[in-house]
């Protein structure tokens, strides 16, 4: 709905609104924002001096299940700046993570253990696009926008996926607004598409180097569920919203090292796919609550159980594309992640495990 107030009324000029973004301890998104003197010259400027300009700030984490009531501060750090696509002009989103007031990392912090692999992984430029599945849900039945309000089901699986038309395509206006924002907030959005059921739809966010696909990717997220907040819906990232003979959601990971990408590349492509066989295990563990109930071997997914690849393979835990396969380099693709992963935890463990860096303190998903 369009705002109340006059459109002659606008934010007064040397003056931002800085919305500042975190991770509650159960991975949802929370926000607050705040008044800011603008002091940097161009966005630009602010995006390579964070810290600088954006100072730290606080929340109640006795609400947020991340602190006791009795020493319920948390610290937030601005790390990633974003341009605000609801509120315009200079406004802006501010990713940020959480510590104690001492200083120490939160248990959900998984972003600082994420940056300190990335950081020695630096040399080897890590890559990733993820591709982020999720359901547009009434918040009235929580059912998908796609199933019919009397309860009945709709049509079978066949016509949705990139499908056009009123009885096919659920939420595209979402997706739409969705895809324009992240263009004009700087996240690099490389697309989007219906997916195989109905009202479940896909963006992919990528590539982007080291951290800041998972920064990138959360903001990503945040922006999705305020679109659908004013279209009255929610997001819903969890792997098997509906059960029944409907797709789940996952997060494809798409990865790439500078060695992989260069000419002969697939050697290293496949010494990293034998190395992820070994830590199978370790990495379901990261991938997202709930991942069992996706993960069947069924609608274009390999079983949790065990490890598995293949060229061109839907039905794997890890694809090769057919292009990487002909062209000797390029990148491969990790099925196995859910729609509700934490991507600083999938990328620095697929930087740990292909790589061969090893976490400092293991985290506790
Ligand atoms: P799929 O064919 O599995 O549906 P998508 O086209 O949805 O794949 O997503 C592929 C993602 O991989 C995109 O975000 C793209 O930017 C990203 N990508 C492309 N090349 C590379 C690479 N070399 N390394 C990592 N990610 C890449
Ligand atoms: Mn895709
Ligand atoms: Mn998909
Ligand atoms: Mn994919």
Same mark, same amino acid.
């Given at each position: ?219 990503? @997220? ?6 659908? #907040?004013?279209? =009255? %819906?929610?997001? +819903?990232?969890? &792997? ?78 890890? @694809? ?6 002909? #062209?000797?380099? =390029? %990148?491969?693709? +990790?099925?196995? &992640? ?28």
């Amino acid at each position: 709905m369009a705002s109340t107030l006059h459109p002659d009324v606008t934010f007064p000029s040397g003056t931002v609104v800085a919305e500042y973004v975190w991770l509650d301890g159960r991975l949802g998104l929370r926000s607050k924002p705040r008044t800011l003197e603008k002091k940097w010259k161009s966005f630009d400027e602010l995006k390579k001096n964070v810290s600088k300009y954006l100072p730290r700030w606080n929340y109640d984490g006795s609400s947020t299940d991340q602190a006791p009531g009795t020493d319920s501060e948390v610290i937030i750090y601005p790390q990633a700046v974003y341009k605000d696509p609801f509120r315009g002009g200079d406004n802006i989103l501010v990713m940020c993570d959480m510590y104690t007031p001492g200083g120490e990392p939160i248990p959900t912090n998984h972003r600082y253990q994420c940056q300190k692999v990335m950081e020695k992984a630096k040399d080897l430029v890590p890559w990733f696009g993820i591709e982020q599945e999720y359901f547009i849900m009434r918040p009235k039945d929580h059912k998908p926008i796609g199933f019919p309000e009397d309860g009945s089901l709709p049509a079978p699986q066949f016509a949705y996926y990139c499908g056009v038309g009123a009885s096919n395509a659920f939420g595209r206006r979402i997706s739409d607004d969705h895809y324009k924002a992240c263009l004009y907030a700087g996240i690099q959005i490389s697309g989007t598409n219906g997916e195989v059921a109905p009202g479940q739809w896909e963006f992919q966010v990528g590539p982007c180097v080291g951290i800041d696909s998972g920064d990138q990717l959360w903001m990503a @997220r945040y922006i999705l569920s305020r679109i659908a #907040e004013y279209y =009255g %819906y929610d997001i +819903d990232l969890s &792997p098997k919203p509906v059960v029944g003979d409907w797709n789940g959601s996952g997060a494809h990971t798409n990865f790439s090292t500078l060695p992989m990408r260069k000419s002969g590349g697939i050697e290293e492509i496949y010494k990293a796919i034998e190395r992820l066989s070994l830590k199978h295990k370790e990495h379901i563990a990261m991938y997202g609550q709930g991942n069992e109930k996706r993960l069947t071997g069924k609608h274009e997914t390999a079983s949790i159980e065990s490890f598995s690849w293949g060229k061109a393979s839907r039905a794997a835990s890890v @694809r090769v594309g057919n292009a990487t396969v002909e #062209e000797g380099c =390029g %990148y491969f693709e +990790d099925r196995r &992640p859910a729609a509700n992963m934490d991507p600083y935890l999938v990328t620095m463990m697929l930087v740990s495990t292909c790589c061969e860096i090893p976490i400092e303190k293991m985290p506790t998903p």
